[in-house]
């Protein structure tokens, strides 16, 4: 723990590494530099993050997100988001003759394209995840037929396979490093010879920020985790928090919804952001809390992140006129923009 200024009294521990991961950073530029070379609209297909603020910046500057590709107009263009998508929604797109931008984060392509290696070797594979995050459904739809998901330890009972010597697990990204191991276990109580994927699935930015609040957590009175509440790595920090100590933890999109009465009895407050939050929500939560006497603040170092991932190749071609050309081809009505 490295210190930005002595501690007296009410101080503020601040996680590092917070905020946009490598993924989230390279989806919302995505579909910023595709705004700028194409011009509104850009369709998206779900949020591009999970994040309040960032989806109404984008919505601003002219995307339209959408919840099914059938709701973008033929002739346009629609990104993926980078929770991923599988591979029915991409013959979506070409039915229904769009162009396509995929901004899905590289390391969650690596746990679709896992998927296929161990589908085409015959493996049941066990898909650690919530039901119903897109990146789940994305990954399940690579290999319907040989995936099932666990969600969680309790699910574990219930897993069925149909040769306890050909089993390997995945997970989606955003989980909790502990509660993914706990349910790891419990698979390999029940198939002793269950397979590990190559490399942790788990994502290094997901883990190094739940690192930085169990360093937190055991020092914070109150920890103030900025985040969606559909963001599944923002929820999970919350549960970090109070695991690894803290006496309270809360999740908030923007610096007004915290409650002062969360600050009763509270000498050290802990402030740290899921992978999709942009920084200017939490600039805006240690405002808040210095002018109520919180202006100390202690730097938690965990991990320092270097890790960037270039923009989707999709960006380097004339999409509108590609889009056009599908029309065209194909025959149909509609037209870019409508």
Sequence with gaps: MGCMTASTGRRVLLAAPRGYCAGVDRAVIAVEKALE???????????????????????????????RTEEVPPGNIVMFSAHGVAPTVHEEARQGRLATIDA????????????????????????????????VIGTSGEAPDHIQLVDG????????????????????TTLSVDETMETV?????????????????????????QLAVKQMGSEADLVIVVGSRNSSNSKRLVE??????????????????????????????GVTSGASVPEVLVEQVLEWLAERGFEDVEIVKAAEESITFSLPKELRRDLREEAAALVAERGGAGAAGE
């Excluded at 070379?37 to 779900?46: E, M, N, T």
Aim: glycine residues 4%.
């Design 37 to 67: 070379q194409y011009g509104a609209p850009v369709y998206v297909r779900h949020e591009i993050v999970h994040n309040k603020y960032v989806v109404q910046t984008l919505e601003k500057k002219g995307a339209i997100f959408v919840e």
């Design 104 to 135: 899905t984060c590289p390391l969650v392509t690596k746990v679709h394209k896992e998927a296929v290696r161990y589908a085409k070797e015959d493996y049941d594979i066990l898909l650690i995840g919530h039901e119903g995050h897109e990146e």
């Design 153 to 172: 330890p309790a699910d574990v009972a219930k897993v069925e396979v149909r040769d306890p010597s050909k089993v390997v697990w995945l997970s989606q």
């Design 185 to 209: 276990d419990a698979l390999k109580e029940k198939f002793p010879q269950l397979v590990s994927p190559p490399s942790d699935d788990i994502c290094y930015a997901t883990q190094n920020r």
């Design 240 to 269: 970090v928090a109070k695991l690894a100590g803290a006496r309270d933890a809360h999740l908030v999109d923007f610096a007004s919804e915290i409650d002062e009465a969360w600050l009763e009895g509270v000498t050290t407050v």
